[in-house]
């Protein structure tokens, strides 16, 4: 490890300041890992991240996306579209917000010619209670309007009505709606499931409306990077998403608002975020319909274009759904044979839907999650829909159960060309159950779901068990007391020794030589 004091060159006294800092760290600092050591979680995989610049600001990030005729409202749909990829429950003190300088489009084709015809458009803000502390909550939070929730963000909704991709007219369903926040922990949000429900909204015309915090959804081994689950398959079956949460935004709406009519219940589906640069103007960062094109179809070269662009210009990505890098990976790591070329099937899975279930007519190629809306929504749901004979399922639209990494891999090795395989990552199911109700999606894993210290148990006085607490493995009673102290005393005068350090350098600054 680098002293700290070797960073710096432009003085003895500097130098000298620096050694004296770090010494004073490092006195009450290496005291503290004699008692404990800490082991926080890493994030291994990175799914979400799929193109270089956007996986530099997560804010603006579109990790899913889903589509679905609602279960217990079949008149209505529900679209989901979730943002920030891994976010760890307990990262603070700085918690997850969407950004205050964007724009998150649902964009809605109910005709099929790559343009959109309606545009629901969330632009949120920021509010802080108290600037002075660096809380992201002073207190027990038991309503989204307690003032003990320091940070907290509203949203507008606003409807757009586009023709030939100029909009034509605007209007405001929802105003100043608040967000549920990030789940701090028990201690701090003792009753979640509370501030979720103050912050599901009805708008004006029918809709309902929510954007916070939830357990993200998706659910997958993202070790296929490596060399495709390690070469051998040695990898697969860990959910890499466990206990990851994203922020989400869901909307349900009449479907008839959607839908270009009853004969033609066809609608094309895809999420782009919107930033805003320097001159006040606001710039297309990310795009999203299907899952995992722009992950595994789209090679590096593309990715950011891909996510700059809109659908009626996808003509400039076909080469890349009919001549896939994936089954050539896979016969070459697993010796599967890939299916032949050019992959019309793909054509229709990814760019303009599966005939006679999911395909406008007139149809102009495009990524877009296409969702007939006049499909009943399924009783007992397949994970691996229209491949199982699920029909509600994906690729028409996308469930929240909806298994589409096996269904991808099944599709990408010639499921639907006569190339039968059983090919999947064997993780079938997402670790939390989802609602039964608007917004289907789970609540967040919180802040404090790690397990308890040693020694305490639920219900117990902390504060008379921390001495047993703090106990290495192997250490007395008799020793802990001394251990608690030793360590406080370094502490201590590590301050001390960081105060002295100060007056010295005072000092030395005010000689004249």
Not at 128 to 149: E, P, R
Not at 274 to 286: D, F, L, P, W
Not at 331 to 353: C, H
Not at 444 to 458: E, I, N, Q, W
């Amino acid at each position: 490890m680098t002293p700290f004091s070797s960073l710096y060159r432009s003085g003895g006294g500097r130098r000298g300041l620096a050694s004296l800092i770090c010494g004073a760290l490092a006195a009450g600092g290496l005291a503290a890992a004699g008692v404990a050591t800490l082991e926080p979680g890493v994030a291994s995989a990175s799914s979400h991240r799929e193109a270089p610049l956007i996986s530099g600001t997560p804010q603006y990030d579109n990790t899913d996306v889903y589509a679905f005729v609602s279960p217990d409202k079949p008149d209505t749909t529900t679209i989901v579209s979730n943002y920030i990829p891994f976010e760890e429950p307990a990262g603070g003190p700085n918690f997850y917000t969407f950004a205050d300088d964007a724009q998150y489009d649902l964009h809605i084709d109910s005709d099929g010619d790559a343009q959109s015809d309606l545009i629901f458009r969330y632009t949120f803000k920021t509010h802080v209670k108290d600037k002075n502390t660096f809380l992201y909550n002073t207190g027990v939070v038991k309503s989204l309007y307690d003032k003990t929730l320091n940070v907290t963000q509203t949203y507008d909704l606003d409807v757009l009505k586009l023709r030939h991709n100029k909009v034509y007219a605007k209007t405001r369903i929802a105003d100043s709606v608040p967000v549920a926040p990030s789940d701090v922990g028990k201690a701090s949000m003792p009753d979640y499931a509370k501030l979720r429900s103050q912050a599901v909204y009805k708008t004006v015309g029918g809709a309902t409306t929510f954007a916070g915090q939830a357990d993200d959804p998706f659910f997958a081994d993202l070790r296929v990077f490596d060399l495709l689950y390690g070469g051998n398959l040695s990898e697969v079956g860990n959910d890499t998403l466990k206990g990851y949460n994203v922020n989400t935004i869901a909307l349900q709406v009449p479907t008839d608002l959607i839908r270009e009519s009853y004969k033609q219940p066809v609608v094309g589906i895809w999420a782009t975020t919107q930033r805003r640069n320097a001159r006040g103007e606001y710039t297309q960062v990310s795009r999203l319909g299907n899952p995992l094109v722009n992950e595994v179809v789209n090679p590096q070269k593309d990715k950011d274009k891909f996510n700059a662009s809109d659908p009626r210009d996808d003509a400039q990505f076909l080469k890349n759904v009919t001549n896939p890098e994936l089954p050539k990976l896979i016969e070459q790591i697993y010796k599967i044979k890939a299916p032949s070329e050019p992959r019309n099937d793909l054509v229709d899975v990814f760019l303009k839907g599966v005939k006679g279930l999911n395909q406008p007519p007139y149809v102009r190629p495009a990524e877009e999650l296409r969702l007939n809306t006049s499909i009943k929504p399924s009783a007992y749901p397949k994970r691996l829909g229209v491949l199982d004979g699920d029909k509600a399922g994906f690729p028409n639209g996308r469930r929240l159960t909806d298994d589409v990494i096996d269904e991808a891999l099944q599709v990408m090795e010639g499921e639907l060309v006569g190339s039968k395989n059983d090919l999947g990552d064997n993780v079938n199911e997402n670790d939390q159950k989802f609602e039964k109700y608007f917004p289907y999606v789970a609540e967040p894993t919180a802040g404090s779901r790690g397990p308890l210290a040693k020694g305490v148990k639920s219900g117990t006085d902390v504060k008379s068990q921390l001495g047993d607490a703090l106990q290495p493995t192997g250490a007395s009673s008799s020793n802990n007391t001394v251990l608690i102290a030793g360590s406080a005393a370094a502490g201590a005068a590590g301050v001390l020794l960081l105060g002295t350090a100060m007056a010295w350098w005072r000092r030395r600054m005010q000689r004249p030589y």
